[in-house]
């Protein structure tokens, strides 16, 4: 099926989704704010030495991304041979099962660590799942022309709900009742996947949908400017994780942030969040896609700097805002120039390949803060996210620019002009020396401003 025709309006179908997505982000924003606080929790209760605390808590931390690294390709799979509004549905309705169970041992105080470290795994493998159709529907429901919009929109109520409002009400609740955000979570993720039910969107084709999991790792990295812009994103998403394995040890321990206004310190970060994602369209329209994503890394790199040098926690906080800003920004140009890239057919494994690679480098990292911060105490993570960031920005600056070019965004894929089993399963060297590397040039159109 092919993307929607240009336009200005989003749909009524968006915006139920956009609904949906609302009530799931505000759950999880709830859990965000109360894990890192619990994973501390549990593991002081496991007379952990203080110099493993850190260890212990990164490696819950890893094990909300680790299924990117296991679960992404098979879950794009699954997003491109189902209906995109049934798999959500079912997959919501799951979680909140899953997290009312959670919530119960946490209410009865038989939480552990590898008990937290399961159940985190768990709904983070679900998670895959339930992203990988979000993200696959979105350009079935928006026409072409709105998609950085779309994005914007999406990414900033995730931004609102998950990373502002979320932790705030989480961690307080927290403090309160240690059952009570994770109660809270269970509700709003199983009310999303009732309402999910009510959706609908296009069947798939069963043609092209009985096509292999590894078809969107295969056009991935035959298309060379995804190959370059996935490079540099999950380079940055280790470094990331880098950071986020310590920052509620860091926040709490050397900034002097309460327990209790932790999820205060996260929302900073989503202060920025907002207008990064907001403004990530027009900021692409004046400089480029490749500028933008550029200016993001060094921008979040100069700030894990600062807050590596700093012990004032509003400073930190200040510098993390300008992390958020820098996030959301980057992230909106990346999955729109992802998803006009790719063919809808297999947006599902081709979104699902990318966040396997990209959200799969975030556990690697958080994992190494721990040991990181074992050897050379809780800073010297921030310290190494922030040089190797500006240093990742300045090796893939140049192939960057030539594979993007300096424009917007680029034209985006044309099913009519290359097959999509020719990309996916490309044709001999003596069929593409006979057609001057064709095929090469039909699934990578030289970039174009888009119209609107």
């Not at 929109?153 to 609740?173: Q, R």
């Not at 969107?201 to 292999?212: F, H, K, Q």
């Not at 989503?270 to 400089?287: C, F, H, S």
């Not at 070019?405 to 996916?424: E, H, K, Q, W, Y």
Request: proline share 5%; aromatic share 6%.
């Amino acid at each position: 099926m092919a993307h929607r025709p240009a336009g200005r309006s989003f749909g009524h179908k968006f915006w139920y989704l956009w609904g949906t997505f609302a009530a799931a982000s505000s759950g999880d924003g709830f859990a965000y704010g109360a894990v890192p606080l619990l994973a501390v929790v549990v593991a002081v209760q496991a007379h952990l030495p203080l110099k493993f605390e850190g260890l212990a808590v990164s490696s819950v931390v890893a094990a909300d991304k680790l299924p990117w690294l296991l679960a992404a390709l098979p879950a794009g799979t699954l997003s491109d041979r189902f209906e995109r509004g049934r798999l959500m549905a079912i997959v919501n309705f799951s979680r909140g099962v899953l997290l009312a169970l959670m919530a119960v041992l946490i209410g009865l105080g038989k939480m552990d660590l590898a008990l937290l470290q399961l159940f985190v795994l768990a709904n983070g493998t679900a998670r895959t799942m339930y992203y990988s159709a979000s993200q696959a529907a979105v350009p079935e429901l928006v026409p072409l022309g709105t998609l950085a919009r779309a994005n914007g929109v999406l990414n900033s109520t995730e931004a609102a709900t998950e990373h502002l409002a979320g932790p705030i009400v989480g961690s307080l609740a927290f403090v309160a009742r240690q059952v009570l955000p994770f109660a809270a979570d269970a509700c709003a993720i199983g009310a999303s996947g009732l309402a999910l039910l009510g959706l609908r969107t296009p069947r798939p084709d069963p043609t092209v949908a009985r096509g292999s999991t590894w078809d969107g790792l295969r056009l991935l990295f035959r298309d060379r400017r995804q190959r370059v812009l996935v490079t540099l994103i999950a380079a940055l998403s280790g470094l990331q994780g880098l950071v986020a394995g310590v920052l509620v040890l860091l926040a709490t321990r050397d900034w002097g942030v309460e327990a209790r206004f932790y999820g205060l310190f996260l929302a900073a970060g989503a202060i920025g969040n907002v207008p990064g994602a907001l403004l990530a369209d027009r900021i692409v329209t004046r400089i480029g896609s490749a500028a933008t994503l550029l200016s993001a890394a060094l921008l979040s790199g100069a700030a894990y700097l600062v807050m590596a040098a700093t012990r004032s926690p509003l400073l930190a906080g200040t510098a993390f805002a300008f992390v958020g800003f820098a996030v959301a920004a980057g992230s909106v140009v990346a999955i729109s120039l992802r998803q006009r890239l790719t063919p809808n057919e297999v947006m599902g494994r081709v979104g699902s390949a990318w966040r396997g690679i990209v959200w799969g480098a975030a556990p690697v990292g958080a994992l190494c803060a721990g040991g990181l911060a074992v050897l050379g105490g809780l800073r010297l993570p921030l310290v190494i996210a922030g040089v190797a960031q500006c240093t990742v920005a300045a090796v893939l600056a140049r192939p960057l620019v030539k594979r993007l070019g300096r424009s917007a965004m680029p034209v985006v894929f044309s099913t009519r002009a290359t097959s999509l089993s020719s990309i996916v399963h490309p044709p001999s060297t003596a069929e593409n020396g006979s057609r001057g590397g064709g095929a090469e040039r039909s699934s990578s159109p030289a970039p174009q401003t888009p119209a609107g």
